[in-house]
Every structure is written in structure tokens, then in C-alpha cells.
């Protein structure tokens, strides 16, 4: 019999409540003689991949270690009990961490860097200090609305910094740009390979862009002066 979407819900909360009452109940089974928690099988590679991917989140680990939900948060439940992990929660998603390996602020970068859309903003965004939206969505590929409701994510997690000149609104990090750099490049390396090219093409076409606005306004004010100096010889 199929459950309905209401009913598996319900069914994973009481799953996962029964494992939590059999982690507190057992829970000194759990640990070797010195206190810490047994590393092995599951909750052996769940740590593992923590380790190598600060700042992953649930649904990431799921999706590449292949493990159930409820298996999953009970292992974390574990882990962060003998606090070997540590959580942080954002909007939907619970961000996990080894514990004792970075502070507050490198938290929430590398917690931003698990997210796709926002990973490439502050890619190019270091790349690219005060880039405008429009810049932006040319970069990800995504609309203005879309960007712009990332970026209200990104100020508000202190992450990034909003100005407005005339009618245009442009971004720049608040955070060391080199460092974003190096948590992508250790921590999301693939991610870099694939994206350096079109981020250097990028910056590219903006810079011509940059340059041919500069000559046509140069040539539009040599034009206007000539036009005043005629005027004042008639």
C-alpha cells in the first residue's frame, strides 16, 4: 500500500523519533571505552565525507553516500551528541561541520559555498568586486528576481555588501576573497574546474564591454565640445 506524501512524513517523524529514543537509551553502546563514538560502517563514512566537505548539508550527503534519511539523521544525531560535528541551520537546509576546525564567520561561508547559485556569486564576486546585478545574472545565468533574492540571502548572512549608484546596484564581498577561493578550491574543486574557464570568458566580454562604454562616452564628449566651440566662433 502506497502512504500518502502526509502519512510518509509522518511515518519518517516517528522513525526518527524511535531512533533518537534508541540513541539516548543505548547510547553507551555507541561509544568505545574512552568516550568517543564507534566510527564504523555508516556513521564511519558520514563523518569521512563532514571531514572532507565542511559545509554540506543533508540532502548532499543522501544524495552521495546513498543512505536512508532516517539512518542519516540518526548518525548525525549521534555524531553531534559526542560533538564530533556541530549543525548550523539555514532557511531549509541544516549546514554540518567537524567540530573545532573553523569559526563562526568561515562557517558561514563555506555553508553559503554549499549552495550552487550562491557558490558561483561569490566566485565571481572575488573575481569581480563590485559587479552589478546585471553582471551577475549574466555570470549565472539566471534572471534578475532570482539573483536578487540570493543576494538579499547573502546580505543578510553579512556575507556580502549592497550599493547603489545612480540606478545601477552593485555587490562586493565582505569576506577575504582569497579565502573563498581556497575553501572552493579544496572543498569544491570540480566545481572550479568546470566554471574557471566561463568565469575568465566572462570577465572578458564585461571588460571589452567596459572599455568600448569608455571610448563612446569619451568620443560622445569630444563631440559636445566641438559643438560649444562652434557655437562660441559663430
Partial sequence: MQRS?????GYLNFNLFW?????????ADNVDDDGSPRLEGNRALIYDYIAKHPGTHLRDIR??????MGDLQYHLYILEKARLINSVRRGLYKFVFPSG??????TAILGVLSIETER????????????TQQEICKFARLSPPTIAWHMRRLESDGIVERR????????KLLCD?????????NYHPAFLETWSSRLTNTILELSIGAVENTESVEHQEDEERKEENKDDED
Fill in 63 to 68: 544524495k552521495n553516500l546513498g543512505i536512508g
Fill in 164 to 171: 547603489k549608484i545612480g540606478k545601477f546596484v552593485s555587490y
Fill in 101 to 106: 576546525v573553523f569559526g563562526d564567520r568561515q
Fill in 19 to 27: 531512533k533518537m529514543l534508541q540513541a539516548n537509551v543505548s547510547y
Fill in 5 to 9: 506524501p502526509s502519512s510518509q512524513l
Fill in 120 to 131: 558561483e556569486i561569490l566566485l565571481f564576486l572575488s573575481e569581480r568586486p563590485g559587479a
Fill in 177 to 185: 576573497a582569497e579565502e573563498v577561493k581556497k575553501f572552493i578550491q
